[in-house]
Each structure stands twice: as C-alpha cells, then as structure tokens.
C-alpha cells in the first residue's frame, strides 16, 4: 500500500512538472502588488471622496482593447508616483459589461491576479459635473480627441499621449506626446523606463509588453505596425518580465482575442465599436466595428441581418464599417476584409468611394459563401492598414464637393446635405442624379457666390486671341490655356533665392487655388497644373526649395491626393531630383492626412526633405523671406500666434531665444531614446506624424 501510494505521488509530482514546462500553458509569475494595491487605494478614495477634492483622471478611448486598458491604469500609476498628492482616477470608458467581452483583458487580469472589480469605469463618476466645478484635469491615453459625449470636457484635458494621427482638437497649451508607433504602451513604458525603472515591477512590465505585443502582432514586421521603438521598449520590458513571458503570454492572449466561440453577433459588433462623427450631431454617423473573424463567419450567423440592422437603430447610425482580422486555416498569416452595411445605396456609394481612395487599402471586391441584403464586401490587400488609417479616409474624403452628407433616407423626396465648414463650399444649390431615388439636392450652408468661367465658343476664339503656353508634361507637349487661370496665377510666384548661391525659391499659396465649386473647376485644375510645372521648369534649372502656405480658412480651395499625386509624378526626375527642401507653413491635419496618403507613391527620399514650420520666424531662419510673398492670411495668423507666444514668454519671464529648426515627419521615428537618467523625455516633436 505504501508503494502503490509513493507511485501514485510520483506520478502525480511528474504530471504537474510536465504542465509547467508545456509550451501553451503559462504560468503567472509571481508579482508584486503595486498595480493592486493602487487600484484598492483609488476605490478608497472614491468612497470617501468629499465636495472639495479635486481629481485628476486618465481616460482610454471607448473601444477599450486592451492597450487602452493598460495605459490608463499605467499611465495613472506613473502619475501617482511621481505626484502622490493629487488623486489620480484611471477610467475605463464602457461598462463592466462591455469589457467582459473584451476576452483578451480579462484573460491577462486573471492571469497576472488582478481583480476587475478593482477598476473604476466612467459611470461611476459624474465627469461632466466634476468639470463643471472645475475639480477635473483629464490626461488621454491611446486617442488624442474626445468622444462626442465627453466634448464637455475639453477644457480640462491637460496631457495626450496616443499614438494615432492628431485630430488638433486640443488647444495649443494641452502637453502632447502623440507619435506612430505601433502601441500606446510603447509611449508609457518609455516614460516608466526613462524616469525610474523601479517604477516598472514584473507585473506593471507584463502588462505593457502584452499591449505592445498583442498591438503588434509580436513585433511582426511584416504586419506594417511595428517601429524600432516598439521594439527596443518591448525588449527593455521582457527583461523585467521574465524570459519568454512575453512570446507565451501573447500566444495566450492571441488565442482568447481570436476566438469569438459563445459571442452573439451583436456582442460581435459591440466589442470592439468607434463611432465616426464627420460633422455636428445631425450629420452623418458612421461607425467601425473591428471584428477577429471574417465575413463569412460573420454572416453565416442566423441573425446576422437583424443584428446589423439593430445596430444601425441603436447607434443612430447611417453606415457600418465591418474591418474584419482573421488567419484563414488557422494560419499564422493574418488577413483583412472589409464590409461596408449602409441604410441607402447613396451613402453606402460614398463610404466606398472614400475607402477605396487613391487604393491605400488596396481594396478587392470578394464574393461571399454568406451574404445579406445592403453589404458590400471587399478583401484588404494591405495588411498593414488599421484602423488608424481607415479613421482618417471617412474623416477627410467622405465627402461630395466637402460637404457632408446630413440625411440619408432613400425615397424620392430630397435630402440636405450640410456642411458647418462657412467657407464657399459649393453653389447654393446643385443637383447629383441618384439613380431609383429621385433626385438628391445639396445644399451648402454659408456658401458664396463664385463667379462660374464662361464658355468659350468657337466665335469667341474667332473675336479673341487667347494666350496659351506650352509645356512638357511626362515627355508629352501639353498647352496651357493662360485665360482661364488668369485670377488663380498667384498659386506659384518666385521667392527670391537662397542666400549664397543662386537655387531658387518657389513659393506655393493654397489660398489662391480655385474654388471647388466653380464651373470647369476640372479643366482650370489641368490648366492650373500644367502652368504650374512650367513655372517650375522655368525657374529651377537647378537646385530649389519649396515654401508651402496651405489655406488657414477655406478647405475648399484645397487640392486633393489625385492632385498631388498628378504633379508630383507630372515632373520629370531632375526636377524631383533637384528639389532640396519643402517648407510647410503650419500644416492643418489635412495636409498631415494628405501628405501621409501619399507616401504609397511617393519616394522615400522624399520625406527627408519635408520640414514643418510653425511660425514665419522659424521659415525665416531656414530660408530669406524678404522676397517672398506671403499671403495676407498667413500673415494675419502668424501675428496672432506671435502676440499670444510674447504674451505668455512675458508672463512667465521666458526671453524669446532664436527660432528652433524647423521639424520634419520623420523625425520621431528616426529618434532612439537612450533609456539613462539625462535623456531628454517628454518633448515631443510637434510636426511628427
């Protein structure tokens, strides 16, 4: 009997080690309990919290995956410590309801023996109220603008650190740490690292390595989400978690993320949800659900139609965006698709145009095995495309002549379609077919009236000369009809030269483009290219620079990405090749979107030539500015700008020093922090995308 009991428990002892050392199962470390332990404080603090105290809260976006999770807690765990007076609240912005679906949060808080129960979520307090008193100071974590129900607390923000494309909500005096690498937590744990690495336990370090890990698909650089900062904070932070914790908790969390077995298909759409709002509240709502199964998984469910179609009711939505991530037989090679559900063939129309915009998500129409009424249904050839980029494709180019569709029912009465931008957008009226539902009219608030270019006939070419030029475009003789952008020739002008030598300065102005709305804007747009390449030949028979003035009012004189594209591939190689500088004059978050659009055709050498300035003193440092000629506008601003930094330099007893460098959009990614006491943390490059 002794014998039999001794097998047994040696047995027993052998079955137990085998599981440790089993590659799919992970064992949590042991932890210190510091994330605890702040999390009980912060519960304590809300029980007792009197009318007079004064909170400081740390806020994620409302999808609530598992990087905003993470650097909410972190990010007010950070704070804490290194300000233990202020009450420091992170918020978890959905219900407790809502993240049980996110699988992959509750996984890694079981894992690492957190308690849900612990988290404070943004119905437990009265935010709007709390900022009413003036006892709130807001820090975002992973987005850099609030959602439409929190835009009372604007101001109170106080700090952004995200890692998604600036939205410029925020004004100037909010500290901004907004820079694209492939995981918030990347930022946050460069900011533990940089500061104190005692502050980064073997918990707090597991649980930033899993964001980074899980956003980036384990450093996978095929993926198109990684950067050598990612990289180099992910490693920093395995040291600390322990050997091959990270590789084993991801497999973990890949697993549970990906495996939507039990889910409804309204829990589906819910899970991980971001709602798109273009204009004001009565304009177009578009929402995104990202979901970890295909289409056709999605659709082979019974209720897959009565459950897009809730959606849509109880989210006041026009329009669903599907983006869809899966690994076709259980593969390690990750694919995306994209469905697009509208209530009306006109928005849904539109949604696609906008996606399929200059063929950044290389979108391909698929057919499915399941398929329901209302659904268009595509497959994503780039991979590498997320929801970061798809965000900014509906924000910027949804939209017909930039004004955005407000109402969208389909029958044969008409719909407005609105736009809050005041600027001269389109004729006060115009007419766009719509095929099955009568006509669709389109309104432009504020618009202006332009004055339409008259047709030119063949007895007017008999009774007037016109002027034209001719010019080589891509190898072809093309003329240039000088008539017809007579008014709109201040578009290009000639700066002066760089000091020293004789490389030309070509001058740029927005503000001078035609207006979308006027008649033959296409063919003035040719005509305007053409002259504008001729310009540039003329001038730059050797190396030059650009100063570019975008327009700081009206976004309808602003050429699009087809435009930029035409010319940039318009001019010969010398010509790109000799270009040695692009200024940019305080690019809006169109150009930035714009810009960022381009870089498919583009060369890379190219970016290293675009810098950003911020004020007409720092152009004037990198380039003479005596001849060119700046628009008044750009003027207007720029004394505005001015008057506010003299004012607040003079508050606060700080002398105007020289003008800093003007930055450039890879700067950011071309920086490496060295994680030591002295390095430089915290400031952040303003013009970095």
């Given amino acids: 009997r002794a014998r039999l009991a001794l097998e047994i428990i040696s047995w027993a002892i052998i079955y137990f080690v085998s599981l440790l050392f089993r590659s799919d199962i992970v064992v949590a470390p042991q932890q210190s309990l510091e994330m605890d332990n702040f999390l009980a404080e912060v519960k304590g603090s809300l029980s007792d919290l009197s009318g007079n105290d004064e909170l400081h809260v740390v806020l994620g976006n409302e999808s609530c995956d598992l990087d905003s999770v993470v650097c909410s807690l972190v990010y007010g765990y950070y704070l804490k410590k290194v300000n233990p007076a202020t009450l420091v609240v992170p918020i978890i912005d959905c219900t407790p309801e809502a993240l049980d679906l996110r699988r992959e949060v509750v996984t890694l808080f079981n894992h690492l023996g957190l308690s849900v129960s612990l988290l404070t979520f ?18 975002l974590v992973d987005h850099n603008g609030l959602a439409q129900r929190w835009k009372g607390l604007q101001p109170a923000v106080v700090e952004i650190l995200d890692h998604h494309k600036d939205s410029e909500s925020a004004s100037s005096e909010v500290q901004k740490t907004i820079e694209m690498v492939g995981s918030c937590a990347t930022l946050v744990g460069e900011r533990l690292l940089s500061s104190d690495v005692g502050l980064v336990s073997e918990q707090i370090a ?31 932070l395995g040291e600390i978690a322990g050997e091959d914790t990270g590789s084993k908790v991801f497999e973990m969390l890949r697993r549970v993320k990906f495996d939507v077995s039990g889910l409804s298909t309204s829990d589906l759409l819910v899970k991980d949800y971001k709602s798109v709002d273009l204009c004001s509240s009565s304009a177009v709502r578009i929402g995104i659900s990202s979901v970890t199964c295909s289409l056709d998984d999605i659709l082979a469910r019974e209720d897959a139609q009565k459950a897009l179609n809730s959606f849509l009711d109880e989210n006041k939505l026009n329009c669903l965006v599907l983006m869809t991530i899966y690994f076709p037989d259980g593969g390690s090679q990750a694919a995306r698709q994209i469905g697009v559900y509208a209530s009306a063939d006109n928005i849904s129309g539109e949604i696609i145009s906008a996606l399929r915009a200059d063929d950044v998500l290389q979108l391909s129409e698929v057919s499915l095995r399941n398929t329901v009424g209302g659904l268009s249904a595509f497959d994503q050839g780039n991979r590498a495309a997320s929801r970061k980029i798809v965000l900014p494709l509906l924000a910027c180019a949804l939209t017909v002549g930039n004004v955005a569709i407000s109402e969208v029912s389909r029958s044969p009465s008409t719909s407005n379609i609105t736009d809050t931008d005041t600027s001269a957008l389109l004729p006060v009226t115009t007419q766009i077919s719509d095929p099955g539902a009568g006509t669709l009219q389109v309104e432009a608030a504020g618009a202006r009236p332009v004055t339409p270019i008259s047709e030119y006939t063949a007895q007017d070419e008999a009774q007037e000369e016109r002027n034209f030029k001719s010019v080589g475009v891509e190898g072809v003789g093309k003329t240039i009809d000088l008539k017809a952008i007579d008014q709109y020739r201040r578009v290009v002008s000639h700066g002066g030269y760089l000091s020293g030598n004789k490389h030309a300065i070509v001058v740029l102005s927005a503000s001078s483009m035609p207006n979308k709305s006027i008649k033959d804007y296409d063919y003035v747009m040719e005509h305007l290219f053409r002259y504008v390449i001729a310009f540039v030949q003329q001038l730059a028979v050797d190396q030059y620079c650009i100063v570019l003035f975008p327009t700081t009012a009206n976004r309808s004189n602003a050429p699009g990405i087809n435009w930029l594209r035409k010319y940039y591939t318009g001019i ?21 979107v714009v810009l960022q659009l381009a870089r498919p055709f583009i060369s890379s050498k190219f970016w290293r030539k675009v810098h950003y300035v911020e004020n007409l003193r720092q152009l004037q440092d990198a380039v003479p500015t005596a001849g060119i000629d700046v628009p008044e506008e750009i003027r207007s601003v720029d004394r505005t700008v001015s008057q506010g930094l003299s004012q607040t330099e003079s508050a606060h007893g700080i002398s105007s020093g020289p003008p800093s460098a003007p930055s450039s959009p890879s700067q950011s990614s071309d920086r490496v922090s060295a994680y030591k006491s002295d390095c430089a943390f915290g400031e952040v490059d303003g013009g970095a995308l």
């Fill in 572 to 592: 010969d190689r010398q010509l790109r090749k000799n270009l040695q500088n692009l200024y940019i004059y305080k690019p809006t978050m169109r150009v930035k």
């Fill in 206 to 236: 597991t649980l930033l390595q899993a964001a980074v890990l899980l956003d980036t698909i384990n450093l996978d650089s095929d993926a198109g989400r990684t950067t050598e900062k990612d990289r180099e904070v992910a490693n920093l």
């Fill in 122 to 139: 943004s119905d437990d307090l009265d935010l709007l109220a709390l900022q009413a008193d003036g006892r709130l100071k807001v820090t």
